[in-house]
């Protein structure tokens, strides 16, 4: 006895020394019963113990850094600084051999065929109820069983993604704990795992020989193409919408597979054909991936709330069966009183036995089976049999029976009683135990895993990867994640890899040269627009904070400076109601430095930069589909919350002023890689648009603000200097004319300089020449209204005499030239948005009869 | 009774709807003891597209599109429609609404989906509490049924203003206020509740004019009111806001699990601002 155990003590690498699995009746996937370590982790294991403490620190704070940066999380609209439900990724993958993965891959497969079997069954004769092989009653009280759906049937059939969240009992046997068949359920979340994760330890990956995944994807897209009928196909991935929890998933999925993300807005009907809005007009679509709730799909037929996709594509749908995937109404399938019912169901449909079962449940509306539960309450979970959500980690806890007093059981049992058809009762089972990497090394953590399956052109494939999180086995049978933390799934291959080939570069067989425009959703147009609109704006607040900060920095500065500085400010600020305070002396040091505060962080006002970075980062969000993993990264510290603007909102003056170039250095390093990186098409055009449309109203407004009306000259020259630094315009100035600041001169540089990328000319040309590039969808040869104000507005610019403006003491002259601008600005910015982002076609609303008779 | 049915439906829109889609349930099901002797639906302004096909419970259902701008909608239903429907005389020879599950043969499969219950007609514990009054042990389906019907008719109120199309079924049985729809909706809960199969009834009513005024137009009404199974006599008609079991001045249009899946009109707009609605039904008996 004695001798053999320090034999496996020595196997033990030193990582795993102090690795010990929960308790007796557990089965830890690491670590044998004897506390040898498995074969299959043993590669990956050693890798990781090989390296330095300080190596492997660094690495999960990569690791950390990376998942932080790609934005993975639930919701892209939490305060990253309230760490709740932050995404983690665990150092330590899942690793799953091949020879378990092979038993796995098979058993999965065959539940796709059966669940695919019985979808086509109930929503066409019906065979399977009425033979009792499922309890009608089960099926027809789901309410995701969709009546408007029958008779509907693609021909290919209705499942074409599958996922199974999977758990391992004391027993060593895996079991099914759910399934999800209404969606390709946070399969996003699993890619951008790997891709991350592979980023920091993909030299283990290589080590361990673990299979990857893009011959799935490549396999999964190629049959959405075959799918759709077309070579060159136009597939959509409908979402919810950003305010929906697997918002990144759905994103990134369509980011990789090069799929357009819509929204049901994007979408409309038009008899039996769906089509996409796009700045060109409408355009047809040949296949939709549905990432939405099937019942959300159409409020025309189904729930009449629902608003995820266009009104009537129930109607397309029946016309073209194969235009949905999955079919609409395919979550039924997912019911969990099903399984119980499955064996029999797959002996009969596919004449096999089924491989993999799943956790013991209880259907409550099977009579005998209720019985037996009422009478032995005690421990059992009780939960929906239909949740709707595949959102991984996510799922709704149940009723635990154990801690109910008397008159709380008694209302449950008549719950039961009443409402049984809906739900089940689950017994507690095990869940095995994985490493996770903590500071202390390695514990032992129970999880559960989720693997997904796509139809492919072979027929079902199962990704050779998935998810796994750590769960709480006390609260139900199901991924119920509390904290949040991921770990990669690695499947070991036992031959050679072939070479790999990632989707985010199409192989030369598949890339086509194209040049033409890819198509832009109409909203798409409108995010990015106002992403270059708030992107300037942010840049121009926070020079304007930075050049008033300066000027109460330098003490040595005339008074004038400070004064023109403050009525910068105050322009951008909403007027003072506060008649009541006292007002400060013009230059007064103070009161500039609270006017700066109120513009950094105060609530009121349009155009602080709280709400500037809020509306930035915001519209970010929306057009991300958009914009370079670079850009991106860019723009992340103005996300709210963030330590930079949590930062810049409670500095004191002079720290502001750090951080302000911090932040100007940002908006630069976006600007610069939107020049130098997107492609000159419309996206590009609005983003440019909106941004040259912000600067030229900035400017205009400074330019009335400090001239009109006239001041002495020593203010004047004061003031010319502050715009010249707002408008970055100092050191041309200067190069060019070697005075001091002078209004004309000033004036020409400003206004009509067409080659100073910071004159009001430029942005009128720039505005103009990206409007004539545009598709122009009005009929007649008049002007659109966005292009006569566009004109309009250049042709007063050039035809303005500077000479005689700066020589008018009483500045009428160019309060009427800044008027006319400053009136003209907004009404362009919202003929362009009238022109092209279907402000027209608001929100459906939906009507109904009531039947209201008088008795 | 041979009836002569206009049903006239006018939508009028603050602002002009830039494209509108509806699904109609006018057209009038075939029905034991009801022949369809005729009936046109018209719409203006003309829809775009029209399409007519049977819903998933035998409905004939109208499915149209409106391309061009418009500020009003007319609807305009007329059928003619004769109704021979015998009630059972004895209620109380059914079988026993607790002894469903035990019936050698079962319940017919298309029965089955009615003893479930929908979006509209969830029952509370409450409600199945006031439901099991009229269903002692082994009571006779159709005599418990009548039972709660009268119970319905007597223990609530009919008020237009109580109740609108979303207020739940949990509130009309707290508030003892509603319509037609809300009375209907409660007895369906009420009946599943103890899983006796039952489903939703769209139709019209003969009203007869206060006692010496006569009958003024567009003043009868559409309808709604449930019908209950029973093994030996299939389905039988209840109507719950008038206390009654249905004889022949009741016209049936659709059948469904809940108003959800039988709503009139029910349609999505893109624009048209605030919106009125105006109905006017006449039943008219032919001599």
Same mark, same amino acid.
């Given at each position: ?350 004449? =096999? ?63 039961? /009683? ?15 135990? /994985? ?101 300037? %704006? ?15 920095? =330098? ?51 349009? %155009? ?56 100007? /250095? ?91 990328? %910071? ?97 | ?39 046109? *639906? ?36 007329? +059928? ?37 219950? +929908? ?5 509370? *514990? ?21 039972? *709660? ?41 009420? *009946? ?21 005024? +006569? ?73």
């Amino acid at each position: 006895m004695t001798v053999t155990a320090p034999s496996i003590a020595a196997e033990i690498p030193e990582i795993m020394s102090a690795y010990r699995p929960l308790g007796a009746g557990s089965y830890d996937e690491c670590i044998d019963q004897s506390g040898a370590l498995r074969p299959a982790w043993r590669s990956m294991i050693t890798s990781i113990d090989a390296m330095s403490p300080a190596e492997r620190a660094d690495r999960a704070r990569r690791m950390d850094r990376r998942v932080r940066d790609t934005g993975i999380a639930y919701d892209i609209f939490a305060d990253p600084s309230k760490g709740a439900q932050r995404w983690q990724l665990d150092l330590v993958p899942f690793i799953l051999s091949s020879s378990e993965w092979r038993l796995l891959e098979q058993a999965l497969v065959q539940r796709a065929r059966l669940f695919d079997r019985l979808l086509a069954d109930l929503y066409s004769t019906q065979d399977t109820m009425r033979r009792g092989l499922v309890p009608p009653e089960l099926i027809f009280s789901d309410p995701a069983f969709l009546r408007p759906c029958e008779t509907v049937l693609p021909s290919a059939g209705p499942l074409q993604f599958y996922a199974a969240d999977l758990a391992r009992g004391a027993d060593g046997q895996w079991r099914v704990i759910d399934n999800h068949t209404e969606t390709n359920a946070g399969i996003g979340f699993a890619l951008a795992n790997r891709v991350v994760h592979t980023h920091v330890a993909g030299d283990i990956f290589k080590a361990a020989n673990g299979v990857r995944l893009s011959a799935y994807f490549q396999a999964m897209q190629s049959a959405l193409t075959a799918h759709s009928g077309r070579d060159n196909a136009r597939i959509a991935l409908l979402t919810p919408g950003p305010h929906h929890e697997d918002y990144f998933s759905h994103a990134y999925l369509a980011r990789y597979l090069g799929y357009l993300l819509v929204e049901g807005n994007d979408l409309r009907t038009k008899g039996t054909q769906v089509y996409l809005k796009t700045l060109e007009g409408l355009k047809d679509v040949d296949l939709i991936v549905r990432c939405v709730d099937g019942r959300a799909i159409d409020p025309l037929e189904l729930d009449p709330g629902g608003f995820d996709g266009p009104a009537g594509l129930l109607r397309v749908w029946r016309k073209s069966p194969h235009l949905i995937v999955n079919a609409v109404g395919s979550a039924v399938v997912q019911n969990r009183g099903l399984g119980g019912y499955l064996p029999a169901l797959c002996k009969d449909m596919l004449g =096999e036995d089924l491989l993999l079962a799943d956790a013991p449940r209880t259907w409550l509306g099977d009579a005998a089976g209720r019985k037996r539960i009422l009478q032995n309450l005690d421990g059992v979970v009780i939960r929906k049999a239909q949740e709707g959500t595949g959102r991984p980690g996510q799922a709704a806890l149940g009723h635990n029976t154990r801690a109910l007093d008397a008159s709380a059981r008694a209302i449950l049992e008549q719950d039961i /009683a009443l409402h049984g058809a809906r739900l089940v009762a689950e017994e507690k089972i095990g869940f095995s135990t /994985a490493p996770i990497f903590t500071r202390d090394g390695l514990v032992p953590r129970p999880f559960a895993v989720r693997l997904f399956v796509a139809r492919t052109a072979t027929g079902y494939q199962a990704m050779p990867g998935g998810l796994a999180m750590s769960v709480d086995p006390d609260r139900a049978v199901a991924l119920t994640a509390p904290d949040g933390h991921t770990r990669d799934v690695w499947v070991l291959s036992d031959t050679e890899q072939a070479p790999h080939v990632s989707l985010w570069r199409p192989t030369v067989e598949n890339a086509r040269v194209q040049r033409s425009q890819r198509v832009i959703q109409s909203r798409v147009a409108d995010d990015l627009f106002w992403l270059g609109r708030y992107c300037e %704006r942010a840049d121009w607040t926070m020079r304007v904070v930075r050049s008033a900060l300066r000027r109460v920095e =330098e003490d040595s500065g005339p008074a004038t400076g400070r004064r023109a500085a403050r009525r910068c400010l105050e322009m951008l600020l909403p007027v003072d109601k506060d008649a009541k305070r006292p007002t400060p002396p013009a230059a007064d040091d103070a009161e500039i430095e609270r006017l700066s505060a109120l513009l950094v962080s105060g609530k009121t006002g349009l %155009r602080t930069l709280d709400r500037t970075f809020s509306g930035l980062f915001r519209v970010a969000n929306l057009a991300r589909d958009r914009l370079s993993h670079e850009a991106w990264q860019t723009l992340t510290k103005f996300r709210p919350g963030d330590t930079w603007a949590s930062a810049l909102g409670k500095a004191a003056p002079v720290a502001t002023l750090d951080f302000l170039e911090e932040g100007l /250095a940002g908006i630069a390093a976006f600007n610069g890689l939107m020049h130098e990186n997107m492609t000159r098409n419309f996206g590009w055009s609005f983003l440019d648009m909106g941004r040259r449309l912000e600067r030229a109203y900035n400017l205009c407004e400074a330019i009335h603000t400090l001239f009109v009306p006239a001041t002495d000259a020593e203010d004047e020259a004061s003031s010319l200097m502050l715009l010249l630094e707002l408008a970055d315009s100092f050191i041309t100035y200067r190069s060019r004319y070697r005075l001091d600041p002078m209004l004309p001169l000033v004036l020409d540089l400003l206004l009509l300089d067409e080659s100073n990328p %910071r004159s009001l000319a430029y942005q009128l040309i720039a505005i103009s020449s990206h409007m004539a590039g545009l598709p122009d969808n009005k009929q007649g040869s008049s002007l659109s209204e966005d292009r006569r104000l566009g004109l309009a507005l250049l042709t007063s610019t050039r035809l303005a005499d500077v000479a005689a403006i700066a020589q008018d003491s009483e500045r009428e002259l160019l309060a009427k030239l800044m008027d006319e601008h400053l009136d003209s600005l907004p009404e362009l910015s919202n003929a362009v948005a009238r022109h092209y982002f279907n402000l027209m076609d608001d929100v459906p609303q939906r009507v109904h009869t009531r039947v209201d008779p008088r008795p | 009774m041979i009836f002569d049915i206009s049903h006239r439906t006018l939508f009028r829109y603050s602002a002009p709807v830039a494209q509108s889609q509806h699904v109609v349930h006018m057209s009038p099901r075939q029905v034991d003891g009801q022949t369809i002797r005729n009936h046109s *639906l018209l719409i203006e302004p003309a829809p775009a597209n029209r399409s007519s096909f049977d819903d998933a419970f035998g409905n004939p259902v109208v499915m149209i599109d409106i391309e061009m701008p418009h500020k009003e909608l007319v609807l305009h239903a007329r +059928s003619s429609i004769e109704t021979r429907r015998v009630p059972p005389k004895d209620l109380a020879s059914s079988s026993a609404w607790d002894g469903l599950d035990d019936r050698k043969g079962g319940i017919d499969f298309d029965v089955v989906q009615f003893r479930c219950v +929908s979006r509209m007609t969830t029952p509370s *514990l409450a409600i199945a509490d006031y439901a099991r009054q009229s269903f002692p042990p082994e009571g006779p389906i159709l005599q418990g049924a009548f039972d *709660l019907t009268k119970r319905i008719y007597r223990d609530f109120t009919f008020d237009a203003t109580a109740t609108d199309i979303s207020t739940p079924i949990t509130e009309v049985f707290e508030t003892r206020r509603g319509v037609c729809q809300d009375f209907a909706h409660l007895a369906l809960a009420s *009946l599943r509740a103890l899983r006796i199969p039952a489903r939703y009834i769209s139709g019209y009513i003969l009203t007869s004019p206060p006692p010496g005024k +006569s009958k003024l137009q567009g003043t009868d009404a559409s309808h709604a009111w449930i019908s209950v199974w029973a093994p030996e006599t299939g389905w039988v008609d209840f109507d719950p806001t008038n206390g009654v079991v249905v004889g022949n001045a009741h016209v049936t249009i659709a059948h469904g699990r809940d108003y959800d899946d039988v709503s009139p009109i029910s349609g999505v707009l893109i624009g048209g601002g605030e919106h009125t609605v105006t109905v006017g039904v006449d039943v008219v008996p032919t001599p």
